[in-house]
């Protein structure tokens, strides 16, 4: 995936999930705050209408507008100064109009003016081919806007859409033409700073410390900070990776108690709180705003730096703190950035799989996963040895539990020295693997990019002859602190040492692997235990074992989501501490629906297997992990829509529900795609939980079949599982069978779950690959799409080309809420008849509702056919 999961070193590796930590609790003083950091104190402190530039020499070129922003004399510091001088300099604005509603907007130095070295532009994140979907821009019209003494220049964007460059005062935003009424604006309170590159004089001190480091800055503070406005939102959401609820809370403004600004920064850290706005493990600036009168749209800023990120709150105004008129009603925000330069899109939905759709068009979709890879996963720091690994792998099967993977961590290398083994503990590391892929699993090992330093280990003496660590400022190669003591970290930013990397994963390089081993690319975000503040990567981080941590696992995962990284999770049952069975139970039956799920744990830890809990919890274990794996068509068939589209597999209510405006700050309920909602459980000794079902919709329990009225908060019994509905309207895709992995379901027949709405119809769809190659990309797929109307069900093939080949049939049809009775279904076009069963008629919350089961139909998954109710 073309990613944006960066901060201050630009990450070489995109990875699922990360891992370990400093080996110090967190502890406050270690990490500083905007007080502590000049960018941010700097910018906090500026009043509205900060920003004295004006736009000029507006013109058309390349096809995009283009013009210059100056600083009038009367505001100029120095009016005098020659053309050397920072008070005159010029700042270039360029906007570029894209398909489908994006603005890109950039802001940088007069590269004419030869600025003392050229400020960093963040690469290999856009796609190659978004520049393809420029749209040329021909010309502008001119407009006076609101009394302002200067034109206003105003581009075509969308239907229904344009952009405006106001000049003075400056001002750059998106509006709907019929109305007017704006919906994302930069500047709208003059804001805006840009610190100009500067050749140090005599007398200049630039540099900044915090603790024992210093920054020397040879060409002075280089920030860059504006506000952004929101138009219509009632909330705003993004910018991960933080431990708070999944809607931001206002960080500063009339009324609020002012708090730390978001923080953007790759912090790798050890036992993190929740409910911060504390930086963590991976930064994408990307945020997202939803309301009732307006939609949703979108912000990201292409920003490699630290950055810090106040929210105004809804309807604030900056100038004279008061609450605009309703029909304004906005949300401001303040981003703050150490360096680089604007390069900004806007992205107008204004549906919210609008925006996350453009968003993705921009920095690309995540990869479709293997298949094997949406099972369960095992992990702990660490499995001791060969004779553990066999150990654990047989209680699966002695206790009748699916997994699919094996994890092993730093303590299999040779002394921390990656793509070794220990000879002592894993002596025969590819009999393992093979005596794991008989039973159709497979073998995680980890590696990391921090290099142990030490002449006899070939990497290292490699890497350090080639010149492909990173340097210090000396120029000298990096030398840090991190799990195998003093290490040195290849810079992932060259492409070609990513290349010569890349190579050492080949089986020839790496002795000891076999095609059933895989790489836990770890800590790509490198972490530097005796750096200013530790670095880290993307996943939920270090968390653990409590209430809150279960209970903030599930916004930071719908944020990731919305982002980018659909394929994100928690560590099971906490990384630290020692869950009880209660809270180890709550959290697989949560985290059986998230894309991601693996169990984990910090070697100081109890062990935590599913059959350590009794009887009774290894059932309720055994029982979510089991959900997961019927339920894993639908959820394969979810990646390959995230994979096409940018749409999230786990998904906030108000994406599925935008008018309801009761899902817009509800994050302990969750999609599943379109038609599985999931309320987790997360207080202790609850034997049953209250959950909001959205309206217009009637709601079937997954578990009984029992039909809900939406609209309406219903109370549920929730003592031995968690409730999970599915949405009428919807068919969803099912493996019923039992099986040790998911290699063995392979053949497996299949089952749809049909839940009808209110006219007695339905759809949904089921896509099925090979599942471990890229042949997809060739048309090597099945793509069904299932309609259920006037009492028939149809199979319509949406797959193109080549199409891939598979004998697996249905066997069997499960009817949510249809009320007739009929005695048998026909199937075409083999013309033959299959058995109906009636289950028991229901009736809860005034809605009659009936489970009817088409049995042994056995038309197959990628024909043609209909199924007509008689």
Known sequence: MKSVVFLHYFLGFILLVSHLNSVSSWKKEEFRNCNQTPFCKRARSRKPQHCKLIATDVIIGDGDL???????????ENPDEDSSGIASNPLILSLSVYENG???????????????????????????????????????????????????????????????????????????????????????????????????????DWEERFRSHTDSR??????????MSFYGADFVYGIPEHAT????????????????????????????????????????????????????????????????????????????????????????????????????FFFIGPKPKDVVKQYASVTGTSAMPQLFATGYHQCRWNYRDEEDVKN????????????????????????????????????NPEEMQKDLASRGRRMVTIVDPHIKRDENYHIHKEASKNGYYVKDASGKDYDGWCWPGSSSYIDMVNPDIRSWWAD?????????????????????????????????????????????????????????GLTGITFSGADVGGFFGNPDSELLVRWYQVAAYMPFFRGHAHHDTKRREPWL??????????????????????????????????????????????????????????????????????????????????????????????????????????????????????????KDRFRRSTVQMENDPYTLVIAVDSSGEAEGELYIDDGKSYEFNKGAYIHRRFVFSNGTLTSVNLAAGTQFLSDCTIERIILLGHLSKPKSARIEPSNHAAEVELGPLQIQSKIRSSVLTIRKPNVRVSDDWTIKLL
Request: proline residues 6%; negative net charge; glycine residues 6%.
């Open 245 to 344: 609820s999944l809607s931001l809370k206002p960080t500063k403004g009339p009324g609020i108690e002012e708090s730390e600004p978001y923080r953007l920064f790759n912090l790798d850290v050890f036992e993190y709180l929740h409910e911060s706005p504390f930086g963590l493990y991976g930064s994408i600036p990307f945020m997202l705003s939803h309301g009732r009168t307006r939609g949703t749209s979108g912000f990201f800023w292409l920003n490699a730096a630290e950055m810090q990120i106040d929210v105004l709150g809804s309807g604030w105004d900056a100038e004279s703190s008061i609450m605009l008129p309703s029909d304004q009603n906005r949300i401001d925000t303040l981003w703050m950035s150490e360096a680089g330069i604007v390069d900004t």
């Open 613 to 734: 809990f009794g009887e009774h919890n290894t059932k309720l274990m055994r029982d979510a992990i089991r959900v997961r794996y019927t339920l894993l068509p639908y959820f394969y068939t979810l990646f390959r829509e995230a994979n096409v589209s940018g749409v999230p597999v786990t998904r906030p209510m108000w994406m599925e529900f935008p008018d309801d405006e009761a899902t817009f700050n509800n994050d302990e309920a969750f999609m599943v795609g379109n038609g599985l909602l999931v309320q987790g459980v997360y207080t202790e000794h609850a034997k049953d939980v209250t959950v909001y079902l959205p309206k217009d919709h009637t709601w079937y329990d997954l578990r009984s079949g029992t039909a809900y009225k939406g609209g309406k908060t219903q109370k549920i019994e929730a003592a031995d599982a968690i409730p999970v509905f599915q949405r009428s309207g919807t068919i969803i895709p099912r």
């Open 504 to 560: 050492k994963f080949a089986y020839t390089q790496y002795v000891g692997s076999t095609p059933s081993l895989y790489i836990w690319n770890d800590m790509n975000e490198p972490s530097v235990f005796n750096g200013p503040e530790r670095y880290g990567t993307v996943w939920t981080g270090d968390n653990t074992a409590t209430w809150e941590q279960l209970r903030v696992s599930v916004p930071m995962i719908l944020t990731l």
């Open 102 to 204: 994006i603005l890109r907007m950039k802001i940088d130095e007069d590269a004419s003016r030869n600025p003392p070295k050229k400020r960093f532009e963040v690469p290999d994140v856009i796609l190659p081919e978004f520049e393809s979907k420029k749209l040329w821009l021909q010309r502008y019209t001119k407009q006076v806007i609101d009394g302002d003494s200067a034109d206003s220049f105003v581009v075509y964007l969308f239907d229904g859409y344009e952009a405006v460059l106001r000049s003075d005062p400056l001002e750059v935003f998106v509006r709907e033409q019929s109305s007017g009424k704006r919906v994302l604006s930069f500047n709208s309170h003059g804001l805006f700073d840009f610190e100009q590159l500067r050749v140090k004089k005599e007398g200049d």
């Open 218 to 227: 040879p060409y002075g503070p280089q920030s860059i900070s504006f506000d």
């Open 66 to 76: 283009t013009a210059k922003l100056i600083t009038p004399k009367e505001f100029q």
């Open 392 to 427: 654990v792998d047989s209680k699966f099967d002695e206790y009748d539990i699916p997994y699919d993977v094996l994890w092993l961590d730093i303590e299999h290398t040779d002394g921390k020295r990656y793509f070794t083994w220990d000879k002592a503990l894993f002596p």
